[in-house]
């Protein structure tokens, strides 16, 4: 099983759609977990942190289900802008050693 | 504004020979970086965490003659891609934790081996 894993999708929503993913990983003890969006051919950039109450930001809340081992993110409202890949990043147990997920692809059309 | 930079950006080199690339942490002191490997349309890939002051640690299947790691300081790490073969061209990204073990990356060097 790999540490992290998402479905690659692509997921294809129409603007205004609402569309989550989620994100399960393998290690118990991990205590850190994040959303980055990575545009085509650039790097990586922090969505948000996922704490255990959860959390939101504006359009995006993102979740997490200690017993399950997932987190997810939800994204309200979606725009154009939002097309991209969004990584799943969840820390090694106790470390700061970042583990990826594949990513899941988002095409938002008109 | 950024808070690590990488360069250079973009290289081509032959085969066969050594490409160097930096990364900085701008504005924040590094104890540790981590250098990324991605190839088109598949994840990025933890190659080895640098360490200043002390030896890289290398991911599984990554070969540190290969791919050296230097942390000089608390700002600055390098990645050596020695005697480099057009498979090893590919998209390498550097990151460092800053607040609340986020990473910040840098904005990615892109090498091509002829």
């Known amino acids: 099983r790999k540490e992290v894993e998402q479905d690659p999708g692509p997921f294809n929503v129409p603007e205004g759609a609402t569309v989550a993913f989620n994100c399960t990983y393998s290690?118990?003890?991990?205590?850190?977990f994040f959303w980055y969006r990575q545009d085509c051919r650039k790097e990586p950039k922090l969505l948000m942190s996922?704490?255990?109450s959860g959390n939101e930001d504006g359009r995006f809340t993102a979740q997490l289900n200690r017993a399950s081992q997932y987190i997810s993110l939800l994204i309200r409202d979606s725009k154009l802008s939002d097309s991209a890949t969004y990584l799943c990043v969840v820390n090694r147990g106790g470390s700061y050693i970042p583990t990826f997920g594949r990513g899941t692809s988002l095409i938002v059309h008109p | 504004g950024a808070v690590v930079s990488q360069h250079p950006s973009w290289v081509i080199c032959k085969s066969g020979t050594s490409v160097k690339i930096e990364c900085r942490s701008l504005d924040f002191q590094a104890t540790t970086m981590f250098w990324y490997r991605q190839f088109p349309k598949q994840s990025l890939m933890l190659m080895a965490t640098?360490?200043?002051?002390?030896?890289?640690?290398?991911e599984q299947g990554v070969e540190k003659d290969k791919f050296l790691i230097n942390h000089a300081s608390l700002t600055l790490s390098t990645l050596t891609v020695t005697s480099a073969h057009p498979e090893d061209s590919s998209f390498y990204i550097c990151s460092a934790p800053r607040i609340r073990e986020e990473q910040y990356f840098g904005p990615g060097t892109r090498l091509t081996v002829t």
């Open positions: 640098s360490n200043e002051g002390s030896k890289a640690t290398y």
């Open positions: 290690n118990s003890a991990s205590q850190s």
């Open positions: 996922v704490y255990s």
